[in-house]
């Protein structure tokens, strides 16, 4: 055999080598995950994006047989978290808690550091949970037809509490006026805490709150859910009524979580964590941890994640245009 020969079967070993581990999803993609994973979540510890993201990520943990990493990144929008991950290597071993902020941001800031469609690649929805309207437990609001109906009494008069300017509470509120027709103020506090403490104080009227830290309150009969916002009744709660069955026909705002990684990630890192999460939000103890958090497990393939953001984009989009809130 010439040197030719031998150089031309040395190349056909070589490609053959490669397209093997091509075939494969490649050689490190194989042995994926082999190190800890980092899972990125934009807010602060103790919450319910944080508290949904532990439970989801320990499981998870136990299948894909590597530690997941909670590394709590706070700011306003979820802009800081979502930023590293958007710079993150597409290596599948760095995580985005993905949520409704995200969504609400694409709309509310006029440029942000990253296109929060482009810049990631969808995982799999983790869970929705709902928000509600309370009032104080002596209030004389009864339902959300007394709500309506004293604010087109008394237009301009009906105080509404909500945490921050932009957050899914005060676009639920700024929502429900819209789609309501009613003049009323809506009164934005610093935080859910301060929120709850001016609903019993009496300084407003009613609150937009997410559901699960208000569940204290009302089981200690300090405040009263008049109704949940998304279009089912939360298990929990079961005569208390959604929005759309209390005379408001159409209005559904709910919260969600989700993960997303780095755009240009693999297929195949991408399809073994949406399996890792789907399995683990199918382990009876970790859908009680999230009943208990006021949480609704709900898995997704990433397309169906990808359509539910376009859509959460468009809606909540509109929302921010319609309320006149200035953007930031």
Same mark, same amino acid.
């Given at each position: 055999?010439?040197?030719?020969?031998?150089?031309?079967? *040395?190349?056909?070993?070589?490609?053959?080598?490669?397209?093997?581990?091509?075939?494969?999803?490649?050689?490190?993609?194989?042995?994926?995950?082999?190190?800890?994973?980092?899972?990125?979540?934009?807010?602060?510890?103790?919450?319910?994006?944080?508290?949904?993201? *532990?439970?989801?990520?320990?499981?998870?943990?136990?299948?894909?047989?590597?530690?997941?990493? !909670?590394?709590?990144?706070?700011?306003?929008?979820?802009?800081?978290?979502?930023?590293?991950?958007?710079?993150?290597?597409?290596?599948?071993?760095?995580?985005?808690?993905?949520?409704?902020?995200?969504?609400?941001?694409?709309?509310?800031? *006029?440029?942000?550091?990253?296109?929060?469609?482009?810049?990631?690649?969808?995982?799999?929805?983790?869970?929705?949970?709902?928000?509600?309207?309370?009032?104080?437990?002596?209030?004389?609001?009864?339902?959300?037809?007394?709500?309506?109906?004293?604010?087109?009494?008394?237009?301009?008069?009906?105080?509404?509490?909500?945490?921050?300017?932009?957050?899914?509470?005060?676009?639920?509120?700024?929502?429900?006026?819209?789609?309501?027709?009613?003049?009323?103020?809506?009164?934005?506090?610093?935080?859910?805490?301060?929120?709850?403490?001016?609903?019993?104080?009496?300084?407003?009227?009613?609150?937009?709150? !997410?559901?699960?830290?208000?569940?204290?309150?009302?089981?200690?009969?300090?405040?009263?859910?008049?109704?949940?916002?998304?279009?089912?009744?939360?298990?929990?709660?079961?005569?208390?009524?959604?929005?759309?069955?209390?005379?408001?026909?159409?209005?559904?705002?709910?919260?969600?979580?989700?993960?997303?990684?780095?755009?240009?990630?693999?297929?195949?890192?991408?399809?073994?964590?949406? *399996?890792?999460?789907?399995?683990?939000?199918?382990?009876?103890?970790?859908?009680?941890?999230?009943?208990?958090?006021?949480?609704?497990?709900?898995?997704?393939?990433?397309?169906?994640?990808?359509?539910?953001?376009?859509?959460?984009?468009?809606?909540?989009?509109?929302? !921010?245009?319609?309320?006149? !809130?200035?953007?930031?």
């Amino acid at each position: 055999m010439n040197d030719r020969c031998v150089l031309f079967t *040395r190349r056909r070993s070589v490609a053959g080598v490669l397209s093997l581990g091509l075939a494969s999803g490649g050689f490190a993609q194989s042995a994926y995950p082999d190190r800890p994973i980092t899972l990125i979540v934009p807010f602060a510890p103790g919450g319910i994006a944080d508290l949904t993201a *532990r439970a989801v990520a320990k499981e998870m943990s136990a299948t894909l047989k590597q530690p997941i990493v !909670i590394d709590n990144r706070p700011s306003a929008g979820a802009i800081v978290g979502a930023t590293a991950v958007a710079r993150a290597e597409p290596d599948g071993y760095t995580v985005l808690l993905l949520s409704n902020a995200n969504a609400v941001s694409a709309g509310l800031f *006029r440029k942000l550091p990253f296109d929060v469609q482009r810049d990631f690649t969808p995982v799999t929805l983790l869970g929705t949970f709902d928000l509600a309207l309370f009032v104080r437990q002596d209030s004389a609001l009864k339902s959300v037809r007394d709500v309506i109906a004293q604010a087109k009494a008394r237009p301009g008069k009906l105080t509404i509490g909500t945490i921050a300017s932009g957050s899914t509470q005060h676009l639920s509120a700024e929502l429900f006026k819209s789609m309501a027709q009613i003049d009323a103020l809506v009164v934005p506090y610093k935080g859910t805490p301060a929120v709850i403490t001016a609903l019993r104080a009496g300084e407003v009227d009613l609150a937009f709150e !997410i559901l699960g830290p208000m569940l204290p309150q009302v089981q200690a009969q300090a405040v009263r859910a008049l109704a949940v916002t998304s279009d089912k009744r939360f298990a929990g709660l079961d005569a208390v009524p959604t929005v759309q069955e209390s005379g408001l026909p159409g209005y559904m705002a709910a919260s969600w979580n989700a993960l997303a990684l780095p755009a240009r990630t693999p297929a195949p890192l991408v399809q073994r964590l949406q *399996r890792a999460a789907r399995d683990a939000l199918a382990v009876p103890a970790v859908q009680a941890q999230l009943q208990a958090l006021g949480v609704r497990a709900q898995g997704s393939t990433p397309e169906q994640l990808q359509q539910w953001l376009a859509d959460e984009i468009r809606r909540w989009s509109q929302v !921010i245009q319609s309320a006149k !809130i200035e953007l930031q």
